[in-house]
């Protein structure tokens, strides 16, 4: 009789039982934890007693778990009852970390920055970070924290800098992180420089509405200065701004293939490292809106709406493949809150210039192939294409660019390192950049 319930007890811990499940009524929902106090798991988890119990939502709910990253091992179990009813047991050994990483690098411009991430040290399953860069256009300090359904974040960042313009709308990228210098690649085509410096301050709070569902408020303060501001476009001052916004999710499983630190967080690993037994298909978006005048105490009207949709397929043997669209409308901006090509692109290509305007939208198609997936770390190269097109001066001005990225992040250091190769299909330039930096 006892091996019986021990053979019971190891099915009902098994994907298979789950399944057999489908359509019975939760009872209750244990949880026993090492530091944390169970009932901040428990909140957590999106299944409560009552519910009406599928394998898919019991697959998102383990999800949700996986995703706070501060646990060594976790453990789901469910225990049948004989009134069609069952109840869930978790058993979650979680820790706390603090993990320090310092990184430099050289190009066009050299960089370097410290980070410092921290994890339940205050037994919230909360995770904070601290971030600090600097190079030769500037610096940046950030630090944030996120605890259950509320997220905290703040930054300072000052860009001292040159802005240069060229022929056929070009202006150089420029910003406390990129590498990337037109200076001398494009001398023919200069057309005017101007020094800038600016400073600005923001904060944002994220509050998740539901698990596929958040609102984020983002006021920023900002002000420019010019060291010729006789240029009739340029717009020194203050541009304080206030962005609002919602973001949706579905059937992404955030921390997937993300890695670990210091050991936590990789309670998902043995998950991800199994092949789907169908194609999995998710979707994100993201609908925002700024504003800023005389009520923002910004010394310019702005005006802004923007948003952003992707949609995923994660293959049985976790390929991905990733379709965007972004679009933005300055209904009221000067040429500092100017629509920039850069800004409608996906982020994977890397460019020394980009197009500015009024308004705009782009389009970016991105594959990531596992060259290599086994216990050690992830092998992938990603090639992709993007576009965009920005509206100036009655026309609109084309941005597009092809290349590929190959990295490598091992399990347990989150951070990818690699190689970037980017060619601008607009202009015909190239770029080769090394990548090493993620998110956790």
């Known amino acids: 009789m006892k091996k019986f319930f021990f053979l019971l007890f190891f099915f009902c811990a098994s994907p298979l039982c ?56 976790l453990d789901f179990t469910l225990t049948p009852r004989p009134d069609n009813k069952l109840d869930i047991n978790i058993s979650a050994e979680d820790g706390y970390f603090i993990f320090p990483l310092a990184f430099a690098s050289g190009g066009g411009k050299s960089v370097a920055a410290l980070s410092l991430a921290a994890g339940n040290l205050f037994k919230q399953g909360e995770m904070s970070f601290f971030f600090g860069g600097v190079s030769q256009d500037g610096f940046t300090v950030n630090a944030g924290t996120a605890l259950g359904k509320h997220s905290f974040y703040a930054g300072y960042s000052k860009i ?34 101007v020094h800038t ?23 920023e303060l900002a002000r420019y200065q010019y060291a010729d501001s006789s240029l009739i476009r340029l717009d020194p001052g203050a541009h304080n701004t206030l962005t609002a916004g919602l973001q ?10 993300m890695g670990a630190l210091s050991g936590y967080g990789l309670t998902d690993k043995k998950k991800s490292l199994t092949d789907l037994p169908k194609t999995r298909f998710g979707h994100a978006g993201k609908l925002f809106y700024t504003d800023g005048g005389s009520w923002s105490a910004s010394d310019y009207r702005i005006s802004k709406l923007g948003m952003q949709a992707t949609w995923l397929a994660e293959f049985k043997t976790r390929h991905l493949l990733a379709l965007e669209i ?104 190239h770029q080769t950049a090394f990548v090493f ?4």
Do not use: C
């Open 160 to 193: 001292n800098t040159n802005q240069r313009f060229y022929k056929n709308d070009w202006s150089n990228t420029f910003g406390v992180f990129s590498t990337s210098d037109d200076e001398g690649e494009y001398t023919q085509d200069l057309l005017a420089q």
């Open 248 to 257: 949706i999710s579905d059937n992404i499983r955030k921390g997937a293939n």
């Open 437 to 440: 930096g993620g998110a956790f």
């Open 18 to 73: 789950a399944q057999n499940q489908d359509g019975k009524i939760i009872s209750r929902v244990q949880a026993q934890t090492t530091r944390m106090n169970p009932k901040v798991l428990l909140e957590r988890f999106p299944l409560k007693p009552g519910d009406r119990f599928t394998a898919q939502a019991y697959d998102r709910a383990q999800d949700e778990l996986h995703d706070m990253r501060v646990f060594k091992k």
């Open 326 to 429: 972004k679009a933005q409308n300055a209904f009221q901006a000067h040429f500092s809150d100017e629509i920039l090509s850069t800004d409608l692109l996906s982020g994977q290509g890397r460019y020394d210039r980009q197009l500015r305007g009024q308004r705009g939208a782009g389009a970016s198609a991105g594959f990531v192939y596992y060259l290599l997936r086994n216990n050690t770390g992830l092998l992938s190269l990603a090639p992709f294409y993007e576009t965009a097109y920005v509206y100036r001066a009655g026309r609109y001005l084309n941005h597009s660019g092809a290349g590929a990225t190959l990295s490598y992040k091992l399990w347990r250091f989150p951070f990818p390192v690699g190689i970037n190769y980017t060619h601008n299909l607009t202009d015909g330039s």
């Open 197 to 219: 410096r600016k400073e600005s301050f923001t904060f944002s709070y994220t509050r998740e509405l539901t698990p596929d569902l958040s609102l984020f408020l983002r006021p």
